[in-house]
Every structure is written in C-alpha cells, then in structure tokens.
C-alpha cells in the first residue's frame, strides 16, 4: 500500500519567511515525526513575496537565469539590489514587483504611504526591456507592495508627466502624498511596447477601493485613506476613456493601484489570478485531490487571504475535494473561521503584539507547531511509522 501523499504548499511570511523556507520548516517538521509519509514540495505564491523563488521550482522554468539590475526602492532616493528571471528559451522576463517596492524594503519596517512609490517597478522595466531588446513577453507579479499611490509612481518611470498646483512637472518620485497635490496627468509620448504581457494578481479588489481595503496594511490613516480614495478616483479619470473604464475590473486595485496603471502602460496586458498562473503552471488542483493531507500557512491569516491571494486559492481547492488542511499563520485576524475548511492554528495570540523578537522566534515557533500538529493527525490518520 502507497504511503500517504502530504502536500506542503505554504504561501510567503511577509518580512520573515519566504514560501521556499517556510515549506523547507514544514517539511524538516514531517520527517521529524517519523511517519512514512510522500512530500511533495510546491512553493505557493500568489503574486506576492517570494514568487521569483517559487517560479525557480517549477519544472519548466529550470533553465531561467536570476539576474540583478540597482532601482530605486519603495522610497525615493532609496537604491536597492532587485533580482528578476530571464528566460532565453521563451525570450521572457519575469519581475516580482515585491523584490523592488516591497514593505519587506522598507527601513526598519516604518510604512510609509506619503512617500512609498512604485517609481522603481517602471524603472525597473525602462531599463529591462532596453537590456533584454528581443523580449517577448513579461509576466509581472503584484503583491507585498509598500506604497498605495494608484500606481503613479511606476507611470512617471516611464515617461508620464504629472503637474502640481503651481503648474509645474512634479519631478520627486510619486508617491501618496504627491498624488494629492496633483493636478493634471500627461501620459507619455512614446508608449513602450511589448508583445505579451501577463500582470499576476493576489487579489480581485477593483481600483477605487485599494485605499480602503490596502491602506491601513501600508500605514494609511482613516483621513489619508479617504483623501486617496478620491485622487484615485479623480485622477484615473484624467488618463481618458481607459483609464475610467478599466477601474472597475477585478484586480486592478492590486499593488496599491500598480495593477491598473500597467493597463494604462500597456493596454494589450492581460490580468490574471496569481495563483490560477501557479495551478496552470504545477497542474495544483489535481496535486490537492491526491494529497491526504495539505499543510499551508502566512503571516497573517485575515479577510485579504480570501480575496483571490493563495492560502485562501487553496482553502477553496482542499474543500471542493474533501482534502484535510491545516493552516499555519503568524496572527489569525479572521472574524468568521467558516472561511477556512481545516485546522488554523496561530503562532501568536489574538491580542498579542507581533514585534521584532517575535518575528525572529517565527522559524522555531512554526516548526514546534508543526511538529505536534503533524503528530496528532498522523495519529488520527493512521499513517504509517518509518523504517527505523
């Protein structure tokens, strides 16, 4: 008889751990509890931290090369060593939006959203496509962003220009607070082109609500949140009939807004469910159906996991098939547990504060946790010892 199949499939610990090292800690927690169990390891990543490292695993995407190019950062004037993956075989390139303006880039951790921009993610594909001429296609993932700035920033990287008050061009990097002294927006003379350009998402939040539902992740106050609110709104409607019409699409809220500025970029771009890109790519669905158990897990485990980012993807997949989970989280801020088929089980306390040292205990912690859990369902299950 075949031994039971686990499938470990935990999604990125925003500023801790990526979805490769949280699945290596589960994994280290499965052979320490000797059952003869099968593993099998599928970094998830809905778009957000950590999907270049996710990307690397996928069986087709072995011959990638990780390269590294010095942007401006979530901050202006803040230089950063950003990768992304080039793929010769495809003339493709692949850049993870985290790895340039992510929260995980901020110093000290202090958000920011008056001055967090996406400035450097424009920079960033300025400089690729003149580097890598004979690309083809771009697959850009969203999530982990610092800023909440309609995506502005990333637009002005790219030639757009946008006008104060006193009638001059705003040369500073775009940011929250930049947005609202805007006046006018004059969109770029040469558009860039590119054949294919697939925008992944981890969430279906539209344009006009990112403010309210990102905001406060991104250190907004309920009165920046509503001044933000109407920029957006203001603004987007500037940019012409595209720009009115295409803020109502599912997704285009990602990123703080950055989701709906690529569209005004590039037109021809194509939004799509981080996470339904991961399954097409991993063939995830039937990987769930044939697991007997699936262990997953984030930092935070709140209302967001379920609007279209991978713990809550996965959540949907394990209760279509009848699939045991078990979700792991830093922080369990969900009001209503029906969300969640399986188990939740939080490293921390409702309540409690989540600060420096205890992000720092969040690899010991997620491992003893995993340890007793998998002891108690290997138990329930009836799984098989190892050979000793």
Known sequence: MANPVVLVCSSAWKETLSPVQANAILIRALKASGFAVEIQNIPLSDGGDGFLDAVLTLPLW????????????????QLIQASYLWLESSLTLVVEAAEIHGMKHLPGGQRDPIRATSYGVGEALSHLLKQHPQAQTLVLSLGGSA?????????QALGWQFIGPDGQRITEPIGGGALLSTDRVIPAETPVTLSHVRVLT?????YRDAPRIFGPQKGADSL??????????????QVGETGASTSSLPG??????LSWAILQAFPHARLTSGMAWLDEQWGLEPAVKSAA???TGEGCLDETSFLGKGTGYLCELTQASGTPIIVYCGQNRLPDLSRVPGDILALVESGCE????T???TEIALYQSAVASISTIGQRLAWPQAES
Not at 147 to 155: I, P, T
Not at 202 to 206: L, Q
Not at 224 to 237: G, K, Q, V, Y
Not at 354 to 357: F, L, P, S, T
């Open 359 to 361: 992000l720092a205990r």
């Open 202 to 206: 981890d969430v279906t939040t539209v």
């Open 147 to 155: 800023s909440v700035e309609g995506g502005f920033g990333f637009l």
């Open 354 to 357: 989540v600060n420096a040292d």
């Open 293 to 295: 158990l699936v262990l």
């Open 62 to 77: 072995a011959d990638a090369q990780r390269l590294r190019l010095t942007v401006t950062g979530p901050l202006p004037h």
């Open 252 to 257: 285009t809220g990602a990123a703080g807004g």
């Open 224 to 237: 920046l949140i509503e001044s933000l609110t109407h920029a957006f709104t203001r603004l987007s409607s």
